[in-house]
T-cell receptor, first 114, second 112 residues
Framework: QQQVKQSPQSLIVQKGGIPIINCAYE??????FPWYQQFPGKGPALLIA?????SEKKEGRFTISFNKSAKQFSLHIMDSQPGDSATYFC?????????????FGTGTRLQVTL | DTGVSQNPRHKITKRGQNVTFRCDPI?????LYWYRQTLGQGPEFLTY????????KSRLLSDRFSAERPKGSFSTLEIQRTEQGDSAMYLC??????????FGQGTRLTVV
């Protein structure tokens, strides 16, 4: 059972555009929602994360929007650049207690063209 | 470099052989995780340690897989009698309790 669904599978935007990647989760016990960026041959790198007590978080050009009632969250990349071309993964976990493993989405391959 | 270190970066092995991977976490991190990532998919949780105790194992971790973290420092992941289906990127991550997890570069395993 896939607990975190991610869409779209791939995305092409022009430089300066605002790609949006969406995720939906099922387990209401999740209380931590990070986004990771991964380049080919590298491990995932943490971009930004949010807890469910806020609806939006911004760090530089990256923004997470969170809708607790809909069990959805999304990543927006402002003023996208060719260097942002990578695969992006959303994830979710339960931070409290012992079960803090991450459940990942299937990834979105982003290409930013000139 | 004070990040998570994994060795080797690449491993090619023949079917049926045993392989062992090593992960050195960020030094003060008490939690260490192993994930497996196949092409075009997100990482899948395998197991994690808090200090030297292995607290959870995924059903993906068959009896051919074993992980250890002696003394709560580095960790090893061993796969016995490798199969072609074991070909994947094996990722290690570490964190402090309740904090963000940082990943290593991974070990790419190819079973031929």
């Amino acid at each position: 059972q896939q607990q975190v669904k991610q869409s779209p599978q791939s995305l092409i935007v022009q430089k300066g555009g605002i790609p949006i990647i969406n995720c939906a989760y099922e387990n209401t016990a999740f209380d931590y929602f990070p986004w990771y960026q991964q380049f080919p041959g590298k491990g995932p790198a943490l971009l930004i994360a949010i807890r469910p007590d806020v609806s939006e978080k911004k760090e530089g050009r990256f923004t997470i929007s969170f809708n607790k009632s809909a069990k959805q969250f999304s990543l927006h990349i402002m003023d996208s650049q060719p260097g942002d071309s990578a695969t992006y993964f959303c994830a979710a976990s339960i931070v409290s207690g012992t079960a803090s493993k991450l459940t990942f989405g299937t990834g979105t391959r982003l290409q930013v063209t000139l | 470099d004070t990040g998570v270190s994994q060795n080797p970066r690449h491993k090619i092995t023949k079917r049926g052989q045993n392989v062992t991977f090593r992960c050195d976490p960020i030094s003060e991190h008490n939690r260490l995780y192993w994930y497996r990532q196949t092409l075009g998919q997100g990482p899948e949780f395998l197991t994690y340690f808090q200090n030297e105790a292995q607290l959870e194992k995924s059903r993906l971790l068959s009896d051919r897989f074993s992980a250890e973290r002696p003394k709560g420092s580095f960790s090893t992941l061993e796969i016995q009698r490798t199969e072609q289906g074991d070909s994947a990127m094996y990722l290690c991550a570490s964190s402090l309790l309740g904090a963000e997890a940082f990943f290593g570069q991974g070990t790419r395993l190819t079973v031929v």
